[in-house]
């Protein structure tokens, strides 16, 4: 019997740099991925500047739709960016 292949849920998130600025990604391990940024490792950006923390978060069922809800957000100004956080 075939073993059924694992759900897996993918996140959008948008973490607070320590210069105030924003980072926007995707991830499917929203934990371990704020872990790797914290380390330095995560992206050139966050390496750069550090983080503070997780403002927004949501969850996709797929990667795709991770990725298009992550390049609409990237788009978005400073404004838009903290109105959606809220």
Same mark, same amino acid.
């Given at each position: 019997?075939?073993?059924? #292949?694992? /759900?897996?849920?993918?996140? &959008?998130?948008?973490? #607070?740099?320590?210069?105030?600025?924003?980072?926007?990604?995707?991830?499917?391990?929203?934990?371990?991925?704020?872990? &790797?940024?914290?380390?330095?490792?995560?992206?050139?950006?966050?390496?750069?500047?550090? &983080?503070?923390?997780? /403002?927004?978060? #949501?969850?996709?069922?797929?990667?795709? *739709?991770?990725?298009?809800? *992550?390049?609409?957000? #990237?788009?978005?100004?400073r404004?838009?960016?903290?109105?959606?956080?809220?």
């Open positions: 019997m075939a073993q059924s #292949k694992k /759900v897996q849920s993918w996140y &959008v998130y948008i973490l #607070k740099c320590k210069n105030s600025s924003l980072y926007t990604g995707i991830t499917n391990n929203l934990q371990r991925r704020l872990s &790797v940024h914290r380390q330095g490792k995560g992206a050139k950006y966050t390496n750069s500047f550090g &983080v503070l923390g997780i /403002v927004y978060r #949501k969850k996709y069922p797929t990667k795709q *739709e991770a990725l298009m809800q *992550e390049a609409r957000i #990237k788009k978005l100004t404004k838009d960016k903290l109105a959606l956080i809220k």
